[in-house]
Protein backbone atom coordinates (compact mmCIF):
# COMPACT_ATOMS: atom_id res chain seq x y z
CA UNK A 1 0.00 0.00 0.00
CA UNK A 2 1.45 3.17 -1.22
CA UNK A 3 2.35 5.97 1.74
CA UNK A 4 0.09 9.04 1.91
CA UNK A 5 2.40 12.14 1.59
CA UNK A 6 2.30 15.40 3.49
CA UNK A 7 3.63 19.02 2.41
CA UNK A 8 4.69 21.04 4.88
CA UNK A 9 4.99 24.77 5.12
CA UNK A 10 6.33 26.74 7.85
CA UNK A 11 6.02 30.47 8.19
CA UNK A 12 7.19 32.72 11.53
CA UNK A 13 9.59 31.99 14.08
CA UNK A 14 12.47 29.54 15.14
CA UNK A 15 10.01 28.03 17.17
CA UNK A 16 7.59 27.24 14.39
CA UNK A 17 10.82 26.24 12.59
CA UNK A 18 11.04 23.33 15.35
CA UNK A 19 7.73 22.63 15.86
CA UNK A 20 7.27 21.61 12.08
CA UNK A 21 10.25 19.50 12.64
CA UNK A 22 8.80 17.81 15.58
CA UNK A 23 5.67 17.16 12.66
CA UNK A 24 7.77 15.77 10.45
CA UNK A 25 9.20 13.00 12.88
CA UNK A 26 5.60 12.49 14.20
CA UNK A 27 4.17 11.35 10.83
CA UNK A 28 7.40 9.95 9.50
CA UNK A 29 7.02 7.93 12.55
CA UNK A 30 3.81 6.42 11.83
CA UNK A 31 4.02 5.88 8.50
CA UNK A 32 3.72 9.14 6.40
CA UNK A 33 6.06 10.38 3.67
CA UNK A 34 7.49 13.67 3.23
CA UNK A 35 7.03 15.41 -0.11
CA UNK A 36 8.85 18.49 -1.47
CA UNK A 37 6.27 18.96 -4.00
CA UNK A 38 3.13 20.12 -2.86
CA UNK A 39 1.57 18.70 -6.19
CA UNK A 40 2.14 15.58 -4.85
CA UNK A 41 1.04 15.68 -1.68
CA UNK A 42 -2.49 13.87 0.31
CA UNK A 43 -2.34 16.83 2.49
CA UNK A 44 -0.89 19.96 3.00
CA UNK A 45 0.43 21.26 6.61
CA UNK A 46 0.26 25.09 7.03
CA UNK A 47 2.29 25.82 10.31
CA UNK A 48 1.44 29.27 11.01
CA UNK A 49 2.26 32.79 12.97
CA UNK A 50 0.34 35.39 14.44
CA UNK A 51 2.57 37.36 15.38
CA UNK A 52 1.45 40.42 12.59
CA UNK A 53 -1.49 40.89 10.29
CA UNK A 54 0.73 40.22 7.92
CA UNK A 55 1.77 36.61 9.04
CA UNK A 56 -1.91 35.50 8.86
CA UNK A 57 -2.66 37.49 5.43
CA UNK A 58 0.19 35.11 3.98
CA UNK A 59 -1.40 32.31 5.43
CA UNK A 60 -4.58 33.00 4.47
CA UNK A 61 -3.85 33.27 0.79
CA UNK A 62 -1.93 30.34 1.00
CA UNK A 63 -5.11 28.15 2.39
CA UNK A 64 -6.96 29.87 -0.90
CA UNK A 65 -4.33 28.81 -3.17
CA UNK A 66 -4.19 25.63 -2.11
CA UNK A 67 -7.90 24.51 -1.48
CA UNK A 68 -8.63 25.95 -5.11
CA UNK A 69 -5.95 23.42 -7.00
CA UNK A 70 -7.54 20.86 -9.08
CA UNK A 71 -5.95 17.86 -6.95
CA UNK A 72 -8.30 17.59 -4.11
CA UNK A 73 -5.89 17.66 -0.91
CA UNK A 74 -6.78 17.50 3.18
CA UNK A 75 -5.85 21.22 4.55
CA UNK A 76 -4.34 20.87 8.16
CA UNK A 77 -3.64 24.19 9.84
CA UNK A 78 -1.51 24.65 13.02
CA UNK A 79 0.12 26.91 14.84
CA UNK A 80 -0.75 30.82 16.29
CA UNK A 81 -3.38 31.35 13.85
CA UNK A 82 -4.85 27.86 14.65
CA UNK A 83 -4.79 28.32 18.50
CA UNK A 84 -5.99 31.96 17.88
CA UNK A 85 -8.75 31.25 14.89
CA UNK A 86 -9.91 27.92 15.98
CA UNK A 87 -13.76 26.89 14.51
CA UNK A 88 -13.67 30.49 12.05
CA UNK A 89 -10.80 29.15 9.96
CA UNK A 90 -13.37 26.09 8.94
CA UNK A 91 -16.19 29.28 8.25
CA UNK A 92 -13.60 30.86 6.06
CA UNK A 93 -12.70 28.38 3.96
CA UNK A 94 -14.24 24.63 3.56
CA UNK A 95 -11.28 23.31 2.36
CA UNK A 96 -9.89 23.27 5.63
CA UNK A 97 -10.32 20.16 7.12
CA UNK A 98 -7.77 19.88 10.69
CA UNK A 99 -7.25 22.92 12.87
CA UNK A 100 -4.79 22.06 15.40
CA UNK A 101 -3.19 24.74 17.98
CA UNK A 102 0.17 25.43 19.26
CA UNK A 103 -0.34 22.56 22.04
CA UNK A 104 -2.48 20.15 20.24
CA UNK A 105 -0.24 19.73 16.94
CA UNK A 106 1.50 16.85 18.41
CA UNK A 107 -1.68 14.85 18.10
CA UNK A 108 -1.48 15.17 14.00
CA UNK A 109 -0.50 11.59 13.39
CA UNK A 110 -3.06 10.35 15.56
CA UNK A 111 -5.93 11.97 13.48
CA UNK A 112 -4.82 11.81 10.60
CA UNK A 113 -4.48 7.74 11.08
CA UNK A 114 -8.02 7.78 12.56
CA UNK A 115 -9.64 8.72 8.90
CA UNK A 116 -12.70 9.20 10.44
CA UNK A 117 -13.90 11.50 7.46
CA UNK A 118 -14.24 14.61 9.77
CA UNK A 119 -13.52 17.74 10.53
CA UNK A 120 -11.34 18.17 13.42
CA UNK A 121 -10.60 21.63 15.75
CA UNK A 122 -8.47 21.31 18.47
CA UNK A 123 -7.03 24.07 20.45
CA UNK A 124 -7.16 22.50 24.04
CA UNK A 125 -3.98 23.78 26.22
CA UNK A 126 -1.98 21.63 28.57
CA UNK A 127 0.00 23.37 31.72
CA UNK A 128 2.93 20.72 30.93
CA UNK A 129 5.59 20.77 27.79
CA UNK A 130 5.19 17.73 26.41
CA UNK A 131 7.98 15.44 25.40
CA UNK A 132 8.79 13.06 22.17
CA UNK A 133 12.07 11.70 21.10
CA UNK A 134 12.39 13.86 17.84
CA UNK A 135 14.19 12.44 14.90
CA UNK A 136 16.45 14.42 12.71
CA UNK A 137 16.59 14.34 9.37
CA UNK A 138 18.66 15.82 6.43
CA UNK A 139 22.06 17.00 6.86
CA UNK A 140 22.07 20.62 8.37
CA UNK A 141 24.80 21.24 10.83
CA UNK A 142 22.48 23.86 12.62
CA UNK A 143 19.45 22.74 14.49
CA UNK A 144 16.99 24.07 17.31
CA UNK A 145 16.11 22.46 21.03
CA UNK A 146 13.41 24.02 22.47
CA UNK A 147 14.06 24.50 26.34
CA UNK A 148 10.47 25.85 27.05
CA UNK A 149 7.16 26.75 25.65
CA UNK A 150 5.05 29.80 26.22
CA UNK A 151 5.51 33.41 27.93
CA UNK A 152 4.57 34.96 31.10
CA UNK A 153 5.20 38.71 29.93
CA UNK A 154 1.97 39.85 27.84
CA UNK A 155 3.69 42.44 26.35
CA UNK A 156 0.86 44.67 25.60
CA UNK A 157 1.58 44.59 21.83
CA UNK A 158 1.91 41.13 21.89
CA UNK A 159 -0.45 37.92 20.74
CA UNK A 160 1.92 35.07 21.70
CA UNK A 161 1.33 34.30 25.75
CA UNK A 162 -2.18 34.10 24.11
CA UNK A 163 -1.93 31.36 21.67
CA UNK A 164 1.39 30.00 23.16
CA UNK A 165 -0.13 29.81 26.61
CA UNK A 166 2.15 30.14 30.26
CA UNK A 167 5.85 29.23 30.86
CA UNK A 168 6.41 25.74 30.92
CA UNK A 169 10.06 24.56 30.82
CA UNK A 170 11.56 21.39 30.06
CA UNK A 171 13.61 19.14 32.44
CA UNK A 172 17.34 20.10 32.14
CA UNK A 173 18.10 15.96 31.46
CA UNK A 174 15.57 15.93 28.63
CA UNK A 175 17.46 19.11 26.97
CA UNK A 176 20.60 17.30 26.85
CA UNK A 177 19.56 14.28 25.76
CA UNK A 178 18.05 15.97 22.51
CA UNK A 179 21.32 17.75 22.22
CA UNK A 180 23.17 14.78 22.18
CA UNK A 181 20.70 12.77 19.63
CA UNK A 182 21.75 15.92 17.23
CA UNK A 183 24.80 15.89 17.99
CA UNK A 184 25.14 11.91 17.10
CA UNK A 185 23.68 12.96 13.75
CA UNK A 186 25.93 15.43 13.06
CA UNK A 187 24.62 18.86 14.19
CA UNK A 188 27.59 21.21 15.38
CA UNK A 189 25.20 24.17 16.89
CA UNK A 190 22.47 24.55 18.55
CA UNK A 191 19.93 27.03 19.02
CA UNK A 192 18.31 26.58 22.82
CA UNK A 193 14.72 28.19 21.82
CA UNK A 194 12.06 29.60 24.03
CA UNK A 195 9.73 32.72 24.34
CA UNK A 196 11.93 34.31 26.77
CA UNK A 197 14.71 31.94 26.94
CA UNK A 198 16.41 33.02 30.03
CA UNK A 199 13.18 33.32 32.26
CA UNK A 200 13.66 29.58 32.17
CA UNK A 201 13.33 27.95 35.51
CA UNK A 202 12.80 24.03 36.33
CA UNK A 203 13.09 24.10 40.46
CA UNK A 204 16.35 25.67 41.29
CA UNK A 205 17.77 25.15 37.94
CA UNK A 206 17.60 29.00 36.48
CA UNK A 207 18.77 29.86 32.56
CA UNK A 208 22.37 30.50 33.64
CA UNK A 209 22.43 27.34 35.26
CA UNK A 210 21.19 25.07 32.88
CA UNK A 211 23.41 26.80 30.38
CA UNK A 212 26.25 25.31 32.57
CA UNK A 213 24.58 21.92 32.76
CA UNK A 214 24.34 21.94 29.11
CA UNK A 215 28.08 22.66 28.67
CA UNK A 216 28.95 20.37 31.04
CA UNK A 217 26.77 17.47 29.60
CA UNK A 218 27.08 17.55 25.92
CA UNK A 219 30.19 18.09 23.27
CA UNK A 220 28.26 20.14 21.10
CA UNK A 221 30.70 22.64 19.49
CA UNK A 222 28.71 25.60 19.81
CA UNK A 223 25.82 26.57 22.00
CA UNK A 224 23.35 29.53 20.64
CA UNK A 225 19.97 31.52 22.45
CA UNK A 226 16.84 33.16 21.19
CA UNK A 227 14.96 34.98 22.30
CA UNK A 228 16.23 37.01 24.97
CA UNK A 229 14.39 40.04 27.63
CA UNK A 230 15.97 42.60 28.77
CA UNK A 231 14.20 42.51 32.02
CA UNK A 232 15.66 39.16 32.78
CA UNK A 233 18.82 39.17 30.87
CA UNK A 234 21.28 38.93 33.95
CA UNK A 235 24.74 39.35 35.23
CA UNK A 236 25.58 36.44 35.84
CA UNK A 237 23.93 35.06 32.79
CA UNK A 238 27.28 37.64 30.82
CA UNK A 239 29.53 36.05 33.42
CA UNK A 240 28.82 32.52 32.21
CA UNK A 241 28.63 33.74 28.47
CA UNK A 242 32.14 34.89 28.81
CA UNK A 243 33.27 31.96 30.61
CA UNK A 244 33.33 29.42 28.05
CA UNK A 245 33.79 29.50 24.33
CA UNK A 246 31.60 27.24 23.12
CA UNK A 247 28.82 29.72 23.93
CA UNK A 248 28.51 32.01 21.31
CA UNK A 249 29.16 35.81 21.17
CA UNK A 250 25.96 36.92 19.41
CA UNK A 251 22.79 37.95 21.15
CA UNK A 252 19.41 39.33 20.42
CA UNK A 253 17.83 41.78 22.59
CA UNK A 254 14.82 43.09 21.46
CA UNK A 255 14.69 46.99 22.73
CA UNK A 256 11.72 47.93 20.86
CA UNK A 257 11.48 51.21 22.01
CA UNK A 258 13.79 53.90 23.51
CA UNK A 259 11.01 55.71 25.67
CA UNK A 260 10.33 54.65 28.93
CA UNK A 261 7.05 56.12 28.78
CA UNK A 262 6.39 53.83 25.80
CA UNK A 263 8.35 50.84 27.50
CA UNK A 264 5.61 51.33 30.11
CA UNK A 265 2.84 51.24 28.20
CA UNK A 266 4.16 48.41 26.07
CA UNK A 267 4.35 46.40 29.39
CA UNK A 268 8.11 45.61 28.94
CA UNK A 269 9.25 45.82 32.55
CA UNK A 270 12.85 47.75 32.65
CA UNK A 271 13.72 51.59 31.72
CA UNK A 272 15.81 52.80 28.91
CA UNK A 273 18.69 52.77 31.31
CA UNK A 274 18.76 49.71 32.67
CA UNK A 275 18.41 48.12 29.11
CA UNK A 276 21.94 50.28 28.57
CA UNK A 277 23.55 49.21 31.66
CA UNK A 278 22.81 45.84 30.24
CA UNK A 279 24.33 46.26 27.35
CA UNK A 280 27.56 48.30 28.45
CA UNK A 281 28.29 45.19 31.31
CA UNK A 282 28.10 43.00 28.05
CA UNK A 283 30.67 44.53 26.29
CA UNK A 284 32.49 45.07 29.41
CA UNK A 285 32.44 40.83 29.35
CA UNK A 286 32.57 39.98 26.00
CA UNK A 287 34.02 43.05 23.84
CA UNK A 288 33.60 40.67 20.41
CA UNK A 289 29.76 40.28 21.18
CA UNK A 290 26.96 40.99 18.35
CA UNK A 291 23.99 42.24 19.72
CA UNK A 292 21.05 42.44 17.11
CA UNK A 293 17.37 43.92 18.44
CA UNK A 294 13.91 44.56 17.61
CA UNK A 295 12.44 47.67 17.26
CA UNK A 296 8.70 49.41 16.92
CA UNK A 297 7.78 52.91 15.53
CA UNK A 298 4.51 54.10 15.77
CA UNK A 299 3.05 52.41 19.22
CA UNK A 300 -0.13 54.01 20.46
CA UNK A 301 0.78 57.49 21.85
CA UNK A 302 4.24 57.86 20.51
CA UNK A 303 5.34 61.26 20.40
CA UNK A 304 7.76 62.88 18.53
CA UNK A 305 10.25 63.22 21.46
CA UNK A 306 9.41 59.42 22.50
CA UNK A 307 10.57 58.47 18.99
CA UNK A 308 13.72 60.62 19.51
CA UNK A 309 14.13 58.75 22.51
CA UNK A 310 14.51 55.54 20.40
CA UNK A 311 16.67 57.26 17.43
CA UNK A 312 19.21 57.95 20.59
CA UNK A 313 19.47 54.62 22.09
CA UNK A 314 20.10 53.11 18.66
CA UNK A 315 23.13 55.82 17.55
CA UNK A 316 24.46 55.65 21.46
CA UNK A 317 24.45 51.27 21.19
CA UNK A 318 25.68 50.29 17.58
CA UNK A 319 23.53 47.71 16.89
CA UNK A 320 25.11 45.25 14.31
CA UNK A 321 21.75 45.25 13.35
CA UNK A 322 17.98 45.41 13.64
CA UNK A 323 14.75 44.49 12.96
CA UNK A 324 12.15 47.55 12.50
CA UNK A 325 8.55 47.45 12.54
CA UNK A 326 6.04 49.80 12.61
CA UNK A 327 3.32 48.99 15.10
CA UNK A 328 0.07 47.46 13.88
CA UNK A 329 -2.90 46.09 15.96
CA UNK A 330 -3.31 42.89 17.06
CA UNK A 331 -6.68 41.71 18.03
CA UNK A 332 -6.90 40.25 21.19
CA UNK A 333 -4.33 42.50 22.86
CA UNK A 334 -3.96 44.96 25.78
CA UNK A 335 -2.87 47.79 23.19
CA UNK A 336 -5.62 46.82 20.78
CA UNK A 337 -7.79 49.08 23.62
CA UNK A 338 -5.23 52.07 23.59
CA UNK A 339 -6.27 52.72 20.48
CA UNK A 340 -3.96 52.82 16.94
CA UNK A 341 -3.81 56.77 17.09
CA UNK A 342 -0.70 57.54 15.02
CA UNK A 343 -0.80 58.27 11.44
CA UNK A 344 -0.01 56.00 9.59
CA UNK A 345 2.06 58.70 7.37
CA UNK A 346 3.73 59.48 10.56
CA UNK A 347 4.36 55.61 10.93
CA UNK A 348 6.33 55.10 8.10
CA UNK A 349 8.02 58.39 7.97
CA UNK A 350 9.49 57.35 11.63
CA UNK A 351 10.14 53.96 10.18
CA UNK A 352 12.32 55.17 7.35
CA UNK A 353 14.08 57.98 9.76
CA UNK A 354 15.06 54.90 12.03
CA UNK A 355 16.36 52.81 9.06
CA UNK A 356 18.30 55.97 7.80
CA UNK A 357 20.04 55.98 11.34
CA UNK A 358 20.67 51.75 11.19
CA UNK A 359 21.68 51.86 8.02
CA UNK A 360 22.08 54.75 5.85
CA UNK A 361 24.76 56.37 8.17
CA UNK A 362 26.12 53.66 8.52
CA UNK A 363 26.26 51.53 11.80
CA UNK A 364 25.80 48.50 10.33
CA UNK A 365 28.50 48.70 7.69
CA UNK A 366 30.40 50.27 9.93
CA UNK A 367 30.07 47.70 12.60
CA UNK A 368 30.93 44.82 9.90
CA UNK A 369 34.05 46.84 8.35
CA UNK A 370 35.34 46.67 12.00
CA UNK A 371 36.13 43.22 11.83
CA UNK A 372 38.16 43.45 8.12
CA UNK A 373 41.86 41.92 9.44
CA UNK A 374 40.31 39.89 12.41
CA UNK A 375 40.48 35.76 12.45
CA UNK A 376 37.32 34.83 12.51
CA UNK A 377 35.84 31.11 13.57
CA UNK A 378 33.54 30.42 10.87
CA UNK A 379 31.70 26.76 10.76
CA UNK A 380 30.85 26.54 6.78
CA UNK A 381 27.10 25.54 6.16
CA UNK A 382 26.65 25.75 2.24
CA UNK A 383 27.99 26.36 -0.92
CA UNK A 384 28.09 30.34 -1.82
CA UNK A 385 25.55 31.79 -4.31
CA UNK A 386 28.24 33.40 -6.21
CA UNK A 387 30.47 31.00 -6.71
CA UNK A 388 31.04 26.89 -6.69
CA UNK A 389 34.71 27.24 -4.85
CA UNK A 390 33.43 29.76 -2.15
CA UNK A 391 31.17 28.25 1.01
CA UNK A 392 29.24 30.41 3.46
CA UNK A 393 28.74 30.44 7.01
CA UNK A 394 28.45 32.06 10.48
CA UNK A 395 31.21 33.03 12.18
CA UNK A 396 30.71 32.98 16.33
CA UNK A 397 28.65 36.17 16.79
CA UNK A 398 26.36 34.50 14.07
CA UNK A 399 27.35 37.11 11.26
CA UNK A 400 27.09 35.81 7.46
CA UNK A 401 30.84 35.23 6.03
CA UNK A 402 31.55 34.07 2.60
CA UNK A 403 34.79 32.41 2.20
CA UNK A 404 36.96 32.04 -0.47
CA UNK A 405 37.79 28.45 -1.88
CA UNK A 406 35.80 26.71 1.02
CA UNK A 407 33.64 24.75 -0.43
CA UNK A 408 36.15 21.57 0.06
CA UNK A 409 35.98 22.05 3.87
CA UNK A 410 31.72 22.38 4.36
CA UNK A 411 30.84 20.98 7.66
CA UNK A 412 34.14 22.25 9.27
CA UNK A 413 35.33 24.87 11.68
CA UNK A 414 37.75 27.34 9.91
CA UNK A 415 39.75 29.99 11.03
CA UNK A 416 39.11 32.86 8.74
CA UNK A 417 41.25 35.94 7.77
CA UNK A 418 38.11 38.81 6.78
CA UNK A 419 39.43 40.85 4.35
CA UNK A 420 36.23 42.34 3.19
CA UNK A 421 33.02 43.65 4.21
CA UNK A 422 29.25 45.04 2.93
CA UNK A 423 26.40 45.73 4.93
CA UNK A 424 25.20 42.46 5.88
CA UNK A 425 28.49 40.21 5.01
CA UNK A 426 31.75 39.66 5.47
CA UNK A 427 34.10 38.07 3.12
CA UNK A 428 37.50 35.90 4.23
CA UNK A 429 40.04 33.73 3.25
CA UNK A 430 41.20 30.36 5.00
CA UNK A 431 44.20 29.93 7.34
CA UNK A 432 43.33 27.33 8.98
CA UNK A 433 40.94 24.23 9.33
CA UNK A 434 39.54 21.54 11.75
CA UNK A 435 38.74 17.98 10.63
Same mark, same amino acid.
Request: aromatic share 8%; net charge neutral.
Given at each position: ????????????????????????????????????? +??????????????????????????????????????????????????????????????????????????????????????????????? +????????????????????????????????????????? /?????????????????????????????????????????????????????????????????????????????????????????????????????????????????????????????????????? /?????????????????????? /??????????????????????????????????????????????????????????????????????????????????????????????????????????
Amino acid at each position: MEKKKFYLETYGCQMNEYDSHLVESLLTAAGFEKTES +ESRADIVILNTCSVRQHAEERALGRIRSVSSARRSREIAVIGCMAQRMGDELLAINKGVKYVLGTDSFYKIAEILKSGNGGQVVDISCREEPFEY +ESRPSGKSLSDYVTIMRGCDNYCSYCIVPYVRGRERCRPPE /RIAEEINRLDERGRREIWLLGQNVNSYKNESIDFPILLEYVLENTEIPRIRFLTSHPKDFSERLIDVMASDDRICKGIHLPLQSGSDVILKKMNRKYTSAQYLQKIRKLREAVPEVVITTDLIVGFPGESEDDF /RRTLDMVEEIEYDSAFMFRYSV /RSGTRAEKFGDDVPEETKLSRLDRLIQIQKKIKIAEKKMASHIGSVQTVLLEQPAKQSRDDARGKNDGGLNVVVRGGAEHIGEFVDVKIISSSYSTLVGEIINWQE
